[in-house]
């Protein structure tokens, strides 16, 4: 894997539809997801989001920070929104497989509706946790493709 990328930040929220919080670190838990998040054990256990993106909100007049638009990592120096299905992130300890790209979102965010638009359904990411492990502000981000790395792939897949 090599380096690709870096956390800027971690965040967290006890409630579905709403803004996270920063917080110092998180734990990421096998099968399950963040720690303490609403979102554990969903099948979108941990969502990911680029610093990049969340500047075209900037550019458009908002003020708009980590956590804001509900995600849990939020990067820099990774084009997320590009990465296949099953790729997979380590950070840290953690193995991270990407599940999802973007979401549908059923009703617009408060974000949509002051820009027009919401980054998350068409730039987001969600990744299940493959191995478990703490990720804070400033860790490197491995990525491995995997149609780089097809048996580590396949591998992963086999261990669901």
Known sequence: MGAAGRVEA???????GEPKRA??????????GVEGDAH?????QVSLLATESLDKLRAKGL?????????????SGIGLC???????LRIGDALLEVTQI?????????????????????EGIFARV????????????????????????AQSRNED
């Open 10 to 16: 971690v965040c967290i929220g006890e409630r579905t």
């Open 23 to 32: 917080a110092p670190r998180i734990i990421l838990v096998a099968a399950h």
């Open 40 to 44: 554990a054990g969903s099948a979108r």
């Open 63 to 75: 003020e708009v920070g980590p956590g804001d638009l509900a995600e849990n990592i939020t990067t």
């Open 82 to 88: 590009v990465l296949p299905v099953g790729t997979v």
């Open 102 to 122: 973007g979401k549908e979102c059923h009703a617009p965010c408060a974000i949509a509706r002051q820009a027009g638009e919401c980054v998350m359904p068409t």
């Open 130 to 153: 493959k191995v478990g492990g703490v990720v804070r502000a400033g860790d490197a981000i491995a990525v491995s493709h995997p149609r780089i790395f097809p048996a580590a792939a």
